[in-house]
């Protein structure tokens, strides 16, 4: 039994574990909106009445799902960082994490896309799909403002910006793999993302090269 927690608490912690387990094969399978609270019941044996004890409402469920998900990745990025690593390998542990469930979980692909389309369909869903931007980018966020403490990025880098376009370029290329995983293979893409992210975290004068439209002759 955990510790600190009693015989009905583990059992009622045990339960909702099994809940969001069956609802995220439920809705990666059918969808949000063809997904059922029966479905769900069903799919991990406990009756309706006990479903609803924990959570009120199909939508709870779907938001629980990807917020979890969202915190136990951050968790798990965090964690395989370490304060003396030099900055690209920080960087590259960091993308790799992200796709650690897009390698080992089939279900979850299908799931993140349905997160998309109902932010497109739903102001509910646009909200929870914000707080997942935002919970990511306050995590990065926290280690590039970390590593600018110590030195390792410029100095004049703006790290809200900087965690947005980190996200940016991460998710773009998830997108990608999603919809054509013939023309995506992760492996060759890693170590590019990570050179790429590091030279814009440490570049000496970001921007310097870029033609601007009046150099270009566009501006006259």
Sequence with gaps: MARGLTLPQQRKAETRSRILDAAYRVFARRGYEAATVEEITDECGIAKGALYGHFDSKE???????????????????????????????????????????????VSSPLFTEFWALASREEWGRDAVAELFDHCSSALGQFLSASKRAGLIRADLDVRHAARLMLAVNDGLVLQWQTQPDQVDMDEFLSPMADMITAYLTATNPGEGLISPERNGEGR
Excluded: M, Q, Y
């Excluded at 917020?67 to 960087?91: F, K, M, N, Y």
């Excluded at 994490?97 to 390698?103: D, E, I, M, N, P």
């Design 60 to 106: 709870e469920l779907f938001r629980t799902i990807l917020l979890d998900h969202v915190r136990r990745r951050s968790a798990e990025t965090a964690a395989g960082l370490t304060p003396h690593l030099p900055l690209r390998e920080s960087i590259l542990r960091i993308i790799e994490a992200s796709w650690v469930t897009c390698r080992t979980d089939p």
